[in-house]
């Protein structure tokens, strides 16, 4: 069962503009997100991760949004960048449960 | 300093082979975590370490899997009797604790023919 969902496959935004990926979970006892980035031919980089007890979690260009109401996540980029432009992985935890469910991935790509 | 490394990066086997995938972890990360991700997915969960046990086996599909981490370090992942489903890229990940940061490693890329 899919108890992570990125209903998004790819997303393609201008360099400078907001990139938003957007992720769903169904697990009530979800209580760590994480986003990592994967390029071609190397593992998921951590990005990003925000615990339940927050909303809203901030690094830099990076910023991840909790609904915890609506089972929903999400990261925004402001700026992209063309570095930017990877596979994005939304991933959650639950307490004593120590493996991640990742949803599918998100293909972003930031056009010069 | 190093991150967690993978060999080989890639295996092209025979069905109904046995083969063997290395992890090192990070050093002095005690959680060690095995995931295999297929095309057009994300990683799945195979196995968790916490030392040297087994700490969650959960998601190994069957029996014709099975991993080890004799000493607290370096993690193997076998497979035997390979079957062309087990195609796909193995990752594995180390964090310096159990539900802290995953490090992943660059994968090893299993094509089963």
């Known amino acids: 069962d899919q108890q992570v969902k990125q209903n998004s496959p790819s997303l393609s935004v201008q360099e400078g503009r907001i990139s938003i990926l957007n992720c769903d979970y169904t697990n009530s006892m979800f209580d760590y997100f994480l986003w990592y980035k994967k390029y071609p031919a190397e593992g998921p980089t951590f990005l990003i991760s925000?615990?339940?007890?927050?909303d809203k979690n901030e690094d830099g260009r990076f910023t991840v949004f909790l609904n915890k109401s609506a089972k929903h996540l999400s990261l925004h980029i402001v700026p992209s960048q063309p570095g930017d432009s990877a596979v994005y992985f939304c991933a959650a935890s639950a307490t004593n449960n120590n493996d991640m469910r990742f949803g599918a991935g998100t293909r972003l790509t930031v056009k010069p | 300093g190093a991150g967690v490394s993978q060999t080989p990066s890639n295996k092209v086997t025979e069905k109904g082979k046995y083969v063997e995938l290395r992890c090192d972890p990070i050093s002095g990360h005690t959680a060690l975590y095995w995931y295999r991700q297929s095309l057009g997915q994300g990683p799945e969960f195979l196995i968790y370490?916490?030392?040297?046990?087994?700490?969650?086996d959960s998601g190994l599909p069957n029996d014709r899997f099975f991993a080890v981490r004799p000493e607290g370090s370096v993690s193997t992942l076998k497979i035997q009797r390979t079957e062309r489903g087990d195609s796909a890229v193995y990752l594995c990940a180390s964090s310096l604790w159990g539900r802290d940061t995953q490090y992943f490693g660059p994968g090893t890329r299993l094509t089963v023919l």
């Open positions: 925000i615990s339940s007890i927050k």
């Open positions: 370490f916490q030392g040297t046990g087994a700490a969650d």
